[in-house]
């Protein structure tokens, strides 16, 4: 568990379906946890200082990894873009929002839609700000977008598409990324972003 921003903390836990690790992050002011992977330690250490999450927002409807575990043991709700909730039809029990709506107090839904027509981005109005980011760029060693055989059936063009949805995030006051995907950038998210772009 590591704190990046003020109360904003970060951390990744392996996924048993695909064996890889991915990344949590909680925004404590809001009571948010974003696209949660539930592991004991994390679990252990929200009861240990005092956090019970509110709610759980998904950047996209495949992201709700442990969510169901976070849900039972904090009684929160589950949100996705309401694109996205076909995939929970069977359960679980989750509720749709739309892009630009303030999901939690200093968080607001922001349309991506390349990869998939939910794909959310989270402005998170904390310190210098941040943005939460779904599967279109992920960052191990350097920013780049999840491989072409992840992407979709159309790579370039899918690419182009998340060039400018993110480059329309270029005007938005954040500086550090949080990755589902990837380590994350406490600063200098913004130049890194826009250096990628280019």
């Known amino acids: 568990m590591r704190e990046l921003l003020d109360g904003v903390y970060h951390w990744s836990a392996v ?45 996209n409807r495949h992201h709700l990894r442990g ?63 941040a943005i939460a980011v779904a599967d279109g760029i992920i960052n191990y060693g350097g920013l780049r977008f999840v491989p072409d055989n992840l992407i979709g059936e159309n790579p370039e063009f899918i690419k182009e598409q998340l060039r400018r949805a993110y480059a329309k995030f270029l005007d938005r006051r954040f500086d550090a990324i949080l990755f589902a995907h990837g380590e994350p950038i406490a600063d200098g998210g913004k130049e890194a972003l826009m250096e990628f772009l280019a």
């Open 67 to 129: 969510s169901e575990r976070s849900r039972d043991e904090f009684g929160c709700s589950i949100h996705c873009h309401r694109a996205g909730l076909f995939e929970f039809k069977g359960g679980p029990d989750v509720e749709g929002f739309a892009f630009g709506d303030e999901l939690a107090p200093k968080i607001q839904a922001l349309e991506v839609g390349a990869i998939c027509e939910e794909e959310t981005a989270l402005l998170i109005d904390r310190g210098p700000g």
């Open 15 to 59: 996924h048993p379906n695909i064996g890889m690790e991915v990344c949590t992050h909680y925004v404590a002011p809001a009571r948010t946890l974003i696209d949660p992977m539930a592991s004991d330690e994390a679990i252990d250490w929200l009861r240990e200082n005092g956090e019970r999450p509110d709610r759980i927002v998904l950047t």
